[in-house]
């Protein structure tokens, strides 16, 4: 947008220090015209919206639900580039959800915003593969990458006037919640071994994988593997069947499937591979 000369200004919440300080110093930012406002004040959003007076909002991941009066104050209104397909995934985390159900398909959805989340008209919309490994930064990468082709194609329609407005269904979608700590927890009992790959992949870096008991520590499994073995498995969900320096560390997961735990994080930091073993898993023992 800098480059086209459409480039306004960006609006970052203060929350978000990291992104405001990779902005500040990019070089590529004139300081007036980054904003940082507390994103619960409407009246701070406003006051810079019609000091700019963009034709346009671009919306990307930004952590609010707009009032109708901010919703309305560019001519052309706001609209959303959203990590997920719709509307099936209405979520403030598309991307973990899509992962942690074991989607085939991510995407990027563009929509014009109303006052509902993620409800609006639906005016772009593309899809790619979701691979088995796929982790949560994979998704995210996917997805920041297909926004700026949509990005562009978005503009050039939007100067053209050939946008198209699709109604989502309202039958067909389900409104996702952020995830919480039973959403990165790892069930043995209950989880099939794709469920547990899904769920670690789905947490992974941004909460480091997902969470298991071990001896009464809370352990993280960062990244995981499906494995085979050549002896029968026994039918106990969670026990570790073995363990050693060269291969590392093999559970077993409900009907009996088998996974490679590669990567754990503890108080004792990351291991990976046999230095599993150091931090007391061992052949033998259960996760719970």
Same mark, same amino acid.
């Given at each position: 947008?800098?480059?086209?000369?459409?480039?306004?200004?960006?609006?970052?919440?203060?929350?978000?220090?990291?992104?405001?300080?990779?902005?500040?110093?990019s070089g590529?930012?004139?300081?007036?015209?980054?904003?940082? @406002?507390?994103?619960?004040?409407? &009246?701070? %959003?406003?006051?810079? #919206?019609?000091?700019? $007076? =963009?034709?346009?909002?671009?919306?990307?991941?930004?952590?609010?639900?707009?009032?109708?009066?901010?919703?309305?104050l560019p001519?052309?209104?706001?609209?959303?580039?959203?990590?997920?397909?719709? @509307?099936?995934?209405?979520?403030? &985390?598309? %991307?973990?959800?899509? #992962?942690?159900?074991? $989607? =085939?398909?991510?995407?990027?959805?563009?929509?014009?915003?109303?006052?509902?989340?993620?409800?609006?008209?639906?005016?772009?919309?593309?899809?790619?593969?979701?691979?088995?490994?796929?982790?949560?930064?994979?998704?995210?990468?996917?997805?920041?990458?297909?926004?700026?082709?949509?990005?562009? $194609?978005?503009?050039?329609?939007?100067?053209?006037?050939?946008?198209?407005?699709?109604?989502?269904?309202?039958?067909?979608?389900?409104?996702?919640?952020?995830?919480?700590?039973?959403?990165?927890?790892?069930?043995?009992?209950?989880?099939?071994?794709?469920?547990?790959?899904?769920?670690?992949?789905?947490?992974?870096?941004?909460?480091?994988?997902?969470?298991?008991?071990?001896?009464?520590?809370?352990?993280?499994?960062?990244?995981?593997?499906?494995?085979k073995y050549?002896?029968?498995?026994?039918?106990?969900?969670?026990?570790?069947?073995?363990?050693?320096?060269?291969?590392?560390?093999?559970?077993?997961?409900?009907?009996?499937?088998?996974?490679?735990?590669?990567?754990?994080?503890?108080?004792?930091?990351?291991?990976?591979?046999?230095?599993?073993?150091?931090?007391?898993?061992?052949?033998?023992?259960?996760?719970?």
């Open positions: 947008m800098i480059q086209r000369r459409l480039f306004a200004g960006v609006v970052v919440p203060s929350t978000n220090v990291d992104l405001i300080n990779e902005l500040s110093n590529y930012i004139e300081s007036e015209k980054l904003f940082t @406002p507390n994103h619960n004040n409407d &009246d701070e %959003i406003i006051d810079i #919206i019609n000091s700019v $007076e =963009p034709d346009v909002c671009l919306v990307f991941t930004f952590p609010k639900i707009f009032s109708q009066e901010i919703l309305d001519k052309l209104g706001f609209y959303n580039f959203h990590y997920g397909l719709l @509307p099936k995934y209405r979520s403030a &985390d598309p %991307i973990f959800w899509q #992962i942690k159900n074991r $989607e =085939p398909f991510g995407g990027v959805t563009v929509l014009k915003m109303d006052k509902t989340i993620d409800g609006g008209e639906i005016v772009m919309e593309e899809k790619f593969p979701i691979e088995s490994y796929d982790s949560y930064a994979m998704l995210l990468q996917k997805s920041v990458a297909l926004s700026i082709k949509l990005l562009n $194609e978005f503009i050039d329609a939007l100067m053209a006037e050939t946008l198209t407005f699709k109604p989502q269904e309202s039958t067909a979608f389900q409104y996702f919640p952020k995830p919480i700590l039973k959403d990165v927890t790892i069930n043995w009992s209950e989880m099939a071994m794709s469920d547990v790959v899904a769920t670690v992949n789905a947490g992974n870096p941004w909460n480091r994988g997902a969470i298991t008991n071990f001896e009464g520590e809370n352990i993280n499994i960062v990244q995981v593997s499906p494995a050549d002896k029968e498995l026994p039918d106990e969900p969670g026990k570790i069947i073995f363990a050693n320096q060269q291969y590392g560390i093999f559970v077993v997961c409900k009907n009996r499937e088998l996974l490679r735990i590669e990567t754990t994080y503890s108080s004792l930091g990351y291991n990976s591979g046999g230095m599993i073993l150091s931090t007391g898993i061992q052949e033998g023992k259960i996760f719970e």
